[in-house]
């Protein structure tokens, strides 16, 4: 073979795999409608195990992001609600969606996250465009629309799939009775309540409250809403109110287990593999061993299977044959 051959191959098998990527992302995004259509998890925050388990979300897998419109977004609440028609709806080891969202929509890394409950404004009215915008009370909201134009000032609230309807300020007990029961004995609540508690809560606007699942009940939106809760904080420290639909990143679909890691080992950025469980390492160096061996075993198994078909012992035949009669087979 030529250099130029040589060259030539290469190049081939350069566009060959280029090409299969452009066709695996585009037929990710076809699937999830959402770029990009994987997000890497970088953090311990929503894991079941410590060492690691397949269905829920540990640092250092692969998670789809769909793109769903806000009110697609089944909470904890409604999915533990037997009246509700989401009741039993799961995902990732426990029941309602997980969120990858913006925290107040800034550029920061997105969370990925439990929706536990949603605020939705039962009275309201629209709000003025001084710079008092509410002048007779209520909580400014500037993404709830009345009539089609946006800004309203919410005198109480909702929250759909529990006993909360019509109130000034939320107080519900997930203790499977005002709501599904939700236990606070997953992995840095202060332990005020042994179940998750929302209490005097007036929300800064509507939305969703958040949760990861190892946080035990320490929510996203800090001790405004739970007891004992640190929250999560905005570049300029500001805590987080409820999750708005701007700041929907998608819904979390499929994870792949481990592969992350890869992208985590290689950042110059994040983490890194701190809190990918030793079990994903093991996994993911498993799966790159069988990856590297499965060729040097598959080649000489398939080979071996081949030269047993009856088209290729007929072959073989053919060949010996014209062999014999002194027959050039390019002729």
């Known amino acids: 073979m030529q250099p130029s051959d040589s060259t030539k191959l290469l190049f081939r098998e350069i566009l060959l795999a280029g090409g299969m ?3 695996l992302i585009a037929a990710l995004y076809a699937h999830t409608g959402s770029m990009p259509p994987l997000v890497v998890v970088e953090s311990s925050s929503m894991v079941h195990d410590s060492d690691g388990e397949v269905g829920s979300i540990d640092a250092g897998d692969l998670v789809l992001v769909h793109k769903s419109s806000f009110e697609n977004i089944v909470t904890f609440a409604e999915a533990t609600d037997p009246s509700n028609p989401y009741y039993g709806h799961e995902a990732h080891g426990m029941e309602g969606d997980v969120v990858i969202y913006k925290k107040n929509g800034e550029t920061s890394t997105p969370i990925i996250h439990r929706a536990i409950l949603r605020v939705v404004p039962n009275e309201a009215y629209a709000a003025t465009s001084t710079a008092n915008p ?10 709830w629309s009345i009539e089609g134009s946006k800004g309203a000032c ?5 929250v759909p799939g529990t006993n909360v309807v019509n109130q000034e300020s939320i107080n519900i007990s997930f203790d499977g009775i005002d709501a599904g029961f939700y236990d606070c004995e997953r992995y840095v609540h202060a332990g005020v309540e042994a179940h998750l508690v929302v209490h005097n809560w007036v929300p800064k606007h509507s939305g969703l409250l958040t949760l990861g699942d190892a946080n035990k009940c320490s929510v996203d939106q800090g001790a405004d809403a739970v007891n004992g809760s640190s929250g999560l ?9 409820p999750v708005q639909e701007s700041w929907l990143v998608g819904r979390a679909g499929g994870e792949i287990p481990w592969l992350g890691a890869v992208k985590l080992m290689v950042s110059g950025t994040g983490p890194g593999l701190e809190y990918v469980p030793g079990s994903s390492l093991m996994y993911l160096f498993a799966c790159i061993g069988g990856i590297l061996v499965f060729p040097m075993v598959a080649d000489p198994l398939i080979r071996r299977i081949f030269s047993t078909s009856p088209d290729h012992i007929q072959a073989q035949q053919e060949k010996a044959f014209l062999i014999a009669l002194g027959v050039d087979e390019e002729e």
């Open 21 to 23: 990527i452009v066709v």
């Open 134 to 143: 509410c002048p007779t009370g209520g909580t400014y909201d500037a993404e």
């Open 233 to 241: 904080r905005t570049l300029d420290g500001s805590v987080l109110g």
């Open 154 to 158: 919410v005198l109480t609230w909702d």
